[in-house]
């Protein structure tokens, strides 16, 4: 059962424009989300994450949102530049539960930015 | 760089063989957390220890063990080694549990 879901496997965006990456969940229990970016042979960089008291947080090119009731999750980078391709990864936890059960991640997209 | 460093970076071995994998936290950080990454189920929480003691177990399979040590370390044996247990195994780290996980750039085990 997957509770963290990325239907996206790629996304395909040129440089400049939006990019906006999804992500679901069914765990009620999770609180808090985090975003991840990965490149080949690397491990999974932090990037931005957000609280389930909040609805939005930015942080440079990069703001999330969260849509408690439809238990969904975005991120959205802007402008895209050509550095931002790479895996990227929606992951929960349940702080409010002590967080020691670690982090549930999706199965993460790829993103293209296309010159 | 994240802070967090794991050795071998490659590791080829057999079936049937034990390894163990080496990971140190960030400086200051308590907690560390195990993670595989296989093709087909992706990034999956293995282990956390926190402080030396085992605080939560996910998908770890009996064959599986690890540990933290006093200057806060961490290894993660892995011992009758099978083909599927090919992957990538990151190590993470926080200051406490409720903390932001931070990720080594990761042990790549191939057993053949």
């Known amino acids: 059962d997957q509770q963290v879901k990325q239907n996206s496997p790629s996304l395909s965006v040129q440089e400049g424009r939006i990019s906006i990456l999804n992500c679901d969940y069914t765990?009620?229990?999770?609180?808090?989300f985090l975003w991840y970016k990965k490149y080949p042979a690397e491990g999974p960089t932090f990037l931005i994450s957000?609280?389930?008291?909040?609805d939005k947080n930015e942080d440079g090119r990069f703001t999330v949102f969260l849509n408690k009731s439809a238990k969904h999750l975005s991120l959205h980078i802007v402008p895209s530049q050509p550095g931002d391709s790479a895996v990227y990864f929606c992951a929960a936890s349940a702080f409010s539960g002590g967080g020691a059960d670690g982090l549930t991640f999706g199965k993460g997209t790829h993103l293209i930015i296309q010159p | 760089d994240s802070g967090v460093t794991q050795t071998p970076k490659h590791l080829i071995t057999a079936t049937g063989q034990r390894v163990t994998l080496r990971c140190s936290p960030r400086?200051?950080?308590?907690?560390v957390y195990w993670y595989q990454q296989s093709l087909d189920q992706g990034l999956q929480f293995l282990i956390h220890y926190y402080n030396g003691e085992e605080r939560a177990k996910g998908n770890i399979l009996e064959r599986f063990s690890a540990q933290q040590f006093p200057d806060l370390h961490s290894e993660l044996n892995l011992s009758s080694l099978e083909l599927g247990d090919s992957a990538l195994y990151f190590c993470?780290?926080?200051?406490?549990?409720?903390?932001?996980?931070?990720f080594g750039p990761g042990t790549r085990l191939l057993v053949l």
């Open positions: 400086s200051g950080d308590l907690s």
């Open positions: 957000i609280s389930s008291i909040k």
């Open positions: 765990n009620s229990m999770f609180d808090y």
């Open positions: 993470a780290s926080s200051g406490t549990s409720k903390e932001t996980q931070y």
